[in-house]
């Protein structure tokens, strides 16, 4: 994990190797391994680079020492992020020198921000690939073979990738994620994101409807909308321009595939997200009653230097709004502690406004310089790393307090899961998620995974339900 404190749900997996299999078991020719870091949109980025590899005859494996072709995807959000991905180059030198025809690939955003630097700073690396040059894999791979290096991070203003069906990794069977969106024009002060993953661009609506359609017919009962920000999501026809798809449009008609399909929908930035898109979440039993609204700060000062472009009132009128039209949503954010010039009356602010938000989930992070933002050209990251943790550390507190009681409110109600497999710790008990996305678990009796079952919560830890089914839903 990265500075990440808390027991999350998928994105715990953010900067945690991630070594996938193919759902499918065709043999191939070549192997290539691939370890995923950074967001959910990079996860998915990788099941596209397998779709791409597969035309050109390669299988994933979780096989090191049988892959002739190891790919990074990387990220670059917090120096630690780089700094594993940097650890994990050093372990690969051993295995390149058992076998020097392997070809090492840094692929996404840490290959983006260094560039052809990244080639001299790490030796064993043959290719470099940003994240909207995976077409072009196959030629790049073609290049290393032959003994050069192959670079290619031009970034562009039209790949969505639109047309290239993901092959999932390591898939359940039951839960994917759809990519909505790619890049960021948001130039929030702190963040890389724009930089590395370039213009904002999203991707036509019918490949998506195609795509989650195809994904239900397969058998897969939810999908997550994902996009840096996607309340921002605009599609105009390229055939009749008076047809536009907006966010809310768009989760309508995902939501419409089936009543059986969950929408969920990743992330939302709290100066983007519109009354249409809470009407429309009220409106189908389908769309998950949960919103990940990160605020970063709680002070206004604070808010404006990061250019969140809100203030702290601003902020709760939206939390607000969304409790008044959706009184059951369950809500998630991001906090980053120790931010440029941030006083203890700044942190105070955070820390009252965590409490309003009552978050059941909250990713919190101490501020890390990235090179080359309007925060590091501009301001002096001139809070004392000692200084930055505690506040993390008292941000922290409060959420697991906060945390623990939205579990605790659930034991003796009933919610309707989605089961997603077996129990890790039990063969006997299945797990699944409730709308609002906290994991339960439940004995077995005769339920598989992807139906919808009744679950009366008895228990409850820190992260977990624990409870009986009622029966099928
Ligand atoms: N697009 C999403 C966030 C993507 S990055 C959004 O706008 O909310 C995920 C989170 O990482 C951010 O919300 C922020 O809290 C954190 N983050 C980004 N840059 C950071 C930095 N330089 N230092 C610490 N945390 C950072
Ligand atoms: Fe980064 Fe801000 Fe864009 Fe999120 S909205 S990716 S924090 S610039
Ligand atoms: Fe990291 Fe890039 Fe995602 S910097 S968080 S992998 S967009």
Same mark, same amino acid.
């Given at each position: 994990m990265l500075e990440q404190v808390t027991k999350v749900h @998928?994105?715990? $997996?953010?900067g945690e190797a991630y070594a996938p299999v193919a759902e499918e078991t065709q043999t191939y020719t070549k192997k290539f391994y691939i370890e995923s870091y950074g967001c959910q949109m990079n996860f998915n980025d990788s099941e596209i680079v397998a779709s791409i590899l597969k035309e050109e005859g390669f299988g994933p494996t979780r096989n090191l020492e049988e892959a002739s072709l190891v790919l990074l995807n990387t990220c !670059? /959000? $917090?120096e630690k992020a780089e700094t594993t991905v940097r650890k994990r180059l050093t372990e690969f030198r051993k295995i390149k020198q058992r076998n020097p025809e392997l070809l090492v690939g840094v692929l996404g955003c840490m290959a983006e921000r260094l560039k052809a630097k990244l080639l001299e700073e790490e030796k064993l690396v043959d290719m470099v690939v940003g994240? @909207?040059?995976? $077409?072009?894999l196959p030629a790049l791979i073609e290049e290393a073979e032959t003994g050069q290096k192959a670079v290619n991070v031009q970034l562009s203003r039209?790949?969505?990738?639109?047309d290239i069906a993901p092959v999932r990794l390591? !898939?359940?069977?039951v839960t994917a994620f759809v990519s909505i969106m790619r890049g960021c024009?948001? +130039?929030? !002060?702190?963040?890389v994101v724009p930089f590395t993953r370039g213009r904002e661009r999203s991707r036509d609506v019918v490949s998506i409807l195609n795509e989650a359609t195809d994904m239900f017919n397969r058998g897969y009962r939810e999908v997550t909308l994902l996009g840096q920000? %996607?309340? !921002?999501y605009y599609w105009v026809n390229p055939e009749d321009a008076s047809v536009i798809t907006t966010f809310a449009n768009l989760l309508e008609q995902v939501a419409l595939i089936s009543p059986l399909l969950r929408v969920r929908f990743s992330t939302s930035h709290p100066k983007d997200i519109t009354d249409d898109v809470l009407f429309t979440m009220a409106k189908y039993?389908? /769309?998950?009653?949960y919103i990940h609204l990160p +605020? *970063?700060?709680?002070s206004t000062r604070i808010l404006q230097l990061m250019n969140r472009t809100y203030t702290r009132e601003w902020y709760m009128k939206k939390v607000d709004r969304i409790r008044e039209i959706l009184p059951d949503c369950a809500l998630s954010t991001d906090v980053i502690t120790g931010?440029?010039?941030?006083?203890e009356e700044d942190h105070q602010d955070t820390m009252s406004l965590m409490a309003y938000g009552r978050y059941d989930l909250a990713y919190m992070f101490f501020y890390s310089e990235r090179p080359g933002t309007l925060a590091a050209r $501009?301001? *002096? @990251?001139? %809070?004392?790393e000692e200084v930055k943790k505690r506040r993390l550390a008292e941000v922290v507190e409060l959420h697991r307090g906060q945390s623990l009681s939205s579990m605790q409110q659930d034991v003796g109600k009933t919610f309707k899961v989605l089961i997603e497999g077996t129990s890790k710790r039990s063969e006997d008990h299945l797990f699944g998620r409730t709308d609002h996305n906290k994991v339960v678990i439940f004995p077995k009796e005769d339920f598989r995974k992807g139906e919808y079952v009744w679950v009366k919560v008895e228990d409850c830890t820190a992260g977990t339900l624990l409870g009986t089914s009622t029966g099928r839903a």
């Open positions: @998928d994105e715990s $997996r953010q !670059s /959000i $917090r994240p @909207d040059a995976y $077409r072009t039209e790949e969505t990738y639109g390591d !898939s359940n069977g024009n948001n +130039m929030c !002060s702190f963040c920000n %996607v309340d !921002s039993e389908n /769309i998950c009653k +605020m *970063q700060s709680g931010f440029c010039t941030e006083t $501009r301001y *002096q @990251d001139d %809070v004392p």
